[in-house]
């Protein structure tokens, strides 16, 4: 069973970078899986922020894609998210989680295993 | 930019009504279109993946269909448990990216 953890502080000051770890447990992040970030501000809805490869390749959301890097560490199992220059608006719950993979001929684009959500707060 | 439009944005509804919230892509989609509950203070969970395949362990009276640009998710009986909100998800290729849809929030009538 896959599991994923989410690190880091949960306090940032305005126009300084948000970084987040997401430990995997249970699998390796070297399978052929993808894994995201998504975040979701209090009281609202779900926003995709961005997705890496075990190969290093990177999707992001062009409305974040100016302000977002999201990197793995095989050795250790884990991917992290770098976002710079936050606002207010970046308050919100940050999710890390198991996104599409390929098996058997097949693809599948869901997310099946989230981490239990890490809350940062933006304010000086 | 594909859009997810769900409704209604709320819904209020009894143990063991039959309810179902819509899902409108602003452009026909590929059938990869998920499900998701969530519920205060935890994770989305994954209900129904591919626009119909219910994920494993799911229980049986939530059911998903549709195709193009107009999909569903069915609670044939709704239990107690089920009282939470509900969002949809597609992947798009070209731009490679996920939308979800805002949410459909199922109260306790």
């Known amino acids: 069973q896959v599991q994923l953890q989410e690190s880091g502080p949960g306090l940032v000051k305005p126009s300084g970078t948000l970084s987040l770890t997401c430990a995997v447990s249970?699998?390796?992040?070297?399978?052929?899986?993808?894994w995201s970030w998504v975040r979701q501000p209090p009281g609202k809805g779900l926003e995709w922020i961005g997705e890496i490869y075990h190969s290093g390749s990177t999707n992001y959301n062009p409305s974040l894609k100016s302000r977002v890097t999201i990197s793995v560490d095989k050795s250790k199992n884990q991917f992290s998210l770098k976002l710079s220059s936050v606002t207010a608006a970046d308050t919100a719950v940050y999710y890390c989680a198991r996104g599409r993979y390929c098996s058997g001929g097949s693809c599948y684009f869901a997310f099946g295993y989230w981490g239990q959500g890490t809350l940062v707060t933006v304010s000086s | 930019a594909i859009q997810l439009t769900q409704s209604p944005s709320s819904l209020s509804a009894s143990v063991g009504d039959r309810v179902t919230i819509t899902c409108r892509a602003s452009q026909g989609i590929s059938s990869a279109l998920a499900w998701y509950q969530q519920k205060p203070g935890k994770a989305p969970k994954l209900l129904i993946y591919?626009?119909?395949s219910l994920e494993s362990g799911v229980p049986s009276r939530f059911s998903g269909s549709g195709s193009g640009t107009d999909f569903t998710l069915t609670i044939s009986s709704l239990q107690p448990e089920d009282f939470a909100t509900y969002y949809c998800?597609?992947?798009?290729?070209?731009?490679?990216?996920?939308?979800f849809g805002q949410g459909t929030k199922l109260e306790i009538k």
């Open positions: 591919d626009a119909s």
């Open positions: 998800q597609q992947f798009n290729s070209y731009p490679q990216k996920y939308t």
């Open positions: 249970g699998g390796s992040i070297s399978s052929s899986n993808w």
